[in-house]
């Protein structure tokens, strides 16, 4: 019987142990869980609180008075372009401007192309002005779109229709390059392929 006892107190000890290992391994997870979840709602929190990359309302008055400036210089470089073209081409109908033999036709034709391929990347670089402007208006001129962050100010200078940082831009055209490879492959690819299939049918 004395045995017994002694054996039944001796598997309580050790069931009350267990149960204190137990209660401690929880009590430390919970604890542990509780601290994680403390984090994540304090980084939830911190991101909510974040505000997006905004530039100042200084530097925003600044590149529109900048791009105002290139915008009108544009148009006036433009408007005078089409009057030298006008008069050039009034010239040449009265018959003023001399021989008009093959040389001189060709002249004019190349002149022609040139302006006109000038006057295509003007018109694509207002746009490009309009759009930045409105950006402005928004509060966004300055943010990369792929980033969010702020576009240094050097970049703006240099090219205040920009629309990503330095990075990302050289990141979205390795991306461009090496989608045109593998598009270049394809194309390789199934011309070869259409070319053995014709010899095939040779045979």
């Given at each position: 019987m004395a045995e017994k006892k002694a054996t039944k107190k001796a598997e309580k000890k050790v069931e009350k142990k267990t149960e204190k290992k137990i209660e401690?391994?929880?009590?430390?997870?919970?604890?542990k869980t509780a601290k994680e979840e403390k984090?994540?709602?304090?980084?939830?929190?911190k991101k909510a609180d974040a505000k997006p990359a905004k530039m100042s309302a200084a530097d925003l008055k600044f590149f529109e008075d900048l791009l105002v400036e290139k915008r009108r210089q544009l148009v006036v470089?433009?408007?005078e372009s089409e009057k030298a073209n006008a008069f050039q081409?009034?010239?040449?109908?009265?018959?003023?401007?001399?021989?008009?033999?093959?040389a001189d036709?060709?002249?004019?034709?190349?002149?022609?192309?040139t302006t006109l391929g000038l006057a295509?990347?003007?018109?694509?670089?207002?746009?490009?002005?309009?759009e930045?402007?409105?950006r402005i208006k928004k509060g966004t001129f300055g943010v990369c779109k792929v980033c969010k962050k702020l576009i240094?100010?050097?970049?703006?200078?240099?090219v205040p229709t920009a629309t990503k940082c330095v990075n990302c831009k050289e990141e979205t055209k390795k991306k461009e390059q090496e989608n045109n490879r593998i598009e270049m492959a394809r194309l390789f690819a199934e011309a070869q392929r259409k070319e053995m299939m014709k010899r095939s049918l040779e045979r």
């Open positions: 401690k391994i929880v009590k430390v997870a919970e604890k984090n994540v709602e304090k980084k939830a929190e470089a433009q408007s081409g009034q010239q040449h109908q009265s018959g003023d401007s001399g021989d008009s033999d093959s036709s060709a002249t004019d034709i190349n002149n022609l192309e295509a990347r003007e018109g694509k670089y207002l746009v490009y002005l309009e930045a402007l409105q240094p100010r050097a970049r703006l200078l240099a």
